[in-house]
């Protein structure tokens, strides 16, 4: 947690309770006592200083004084295939820790029935993963993450819409063109799943605008692809 | 696993047998039957194909024929403040993954003592990570891990050995200097724990050659730092 996060709600007069994870780490990881400040952030709002002004086990009040912009959102939209549960919470942490503010996370053939019905889907624990990537980051824009569950009508209907003047690329390994670097225009970025979009969605991503481009040779997961995506195509 | 990585003292006369985690793969996940091929590789060695010459539950002979190159080394060596156990797994199986071949896992300050005691730091569990971060990515190449406990030894009378004429650099998110992008030369890259370098670790990595360099104000965690300083620096 490098920036503690608080929801507007929780602020008033420049006062906020502290409870719950963030109290632990408070008090656990960092130790910190009256009189000592933490780095604070409110959620789409500006960062700064928080002082804490008294803490215990069951809670902390923290005086804030926030200020500073958060950085700039990367200017890209990234159409996910549904990862796997045990990998969903870690990419949503990865993808808000590197300044994706739109997500949609859709289906393919080669995603399994079964992934839809994580309760990781559930809103409140997407924006928890969320907020858990911002705070490393020390970002405060939450990303909109939208659930598309069926490919086609997503692809046929409302995709076009979503790319519109953004170069449209989707990471395919056996594509020939490479992936481009250091962009300086929005884009939107479509991923496959383990194994890949299928050939059929991969023509239908084509058809809708989107230029097939490699990595390279190796073949990266999902948690690793997307970091090298963001890194290259928008380096900091 | 995209690839079978085979070592060459199990393959005699282009004949190999499979047991284990490789044959439950085929069995269980790939599904293969007699006559069906499958992507195999020998470790340090040439990549090709294995065609099924028999299969059950317990064991599997495979026919290769290998003739390609593996994918070319990034010529990078990574210097690694040792990561936790639990990402520590993870870690070498990216590091294997995106072609880096040379690897030290050394102490820092904000190392903690218990990690050094971790069981997945032994030879052959560090192997067993190499090997299935090659075996996602179709490289054969086994990347050299070396393990340096003690800080200030290894970067006074080690560490210029190690850099040679290579470029240093140490990622340090309070620098002001961008890390630099598509670099055509070899690197020495110098990647801190979760919490970064202290300054006494930076000096001395400094004094020894190494420019800090950031990667913009959101900090990252070490397991999508790793994925993001490689695509940047070598994007292939």
């Known amino acids: 947690m490098n920036l503690m996060l608080i929801k507007c709600e929780h602020i008033q007069n420049n006062l906020t309770k502290i409870v719950g994870r963030q109290l632990t780490h408070l008090n656990e990881v960092q130790r910190l006592v009256k009189g000592d400040t933490v780095r604070v952030g409110e959620v789409n709002g500006a960062i700064g200083t928080g002082t804490i002004i008294s803490i215990d086990k069951q809670t902390a009040m923290i005086e804030v004084n926030l200020t500073l912009r958060p950085p700039a959102p990367l200017p890209i939209t990234v159409i996910l295939a549904l990862p796997r549960p045990k990998m969903l919470r870690r990419i949503l942490q990865t993808i808000a820790a590197m300044g994706v503010k739109n997500v949609y996370l859709v289906n393919a053939s080669r995603v399994e029935k ?69 962009c300086q225009v929005p884009i939107t970025l479509a991923i496959g799943p ?41 380096p900091a």
Chains 1, 2 share one sequence.
């Open 114 to 182: 079964s992934f839809w019905q994580s309760p990781l889907l559930a809103p409140e624990s997407i924006e928890e993963q969320l907020i858990l990537g911002l705070e490393q980051s020390r970002d405060t824009l939450l990303p909109a993450v939208h659930l598309r569950k069926l490919f086609k009508p997503f692809v046929e209907d409302e995709l076009a819409g979503i790319v519109g003047e953004s170069t449209a690329i989707v990471a395919h390994p056996i594509s020939e063109q490479r992936c481009p670097i250091d």
């Open 194 to 234: 383990e194994g890949g979009f299928i050939p059929f969605e991969i023509e239908k991503l084509v058809q809708a605008g989107f230029d097939p481009v490699h990595l390279g040779r190796r073949i990266l997961r999902v948690e690793n692809a997307v970091p090298a995506l963001l890194s290259r195509l928008y």
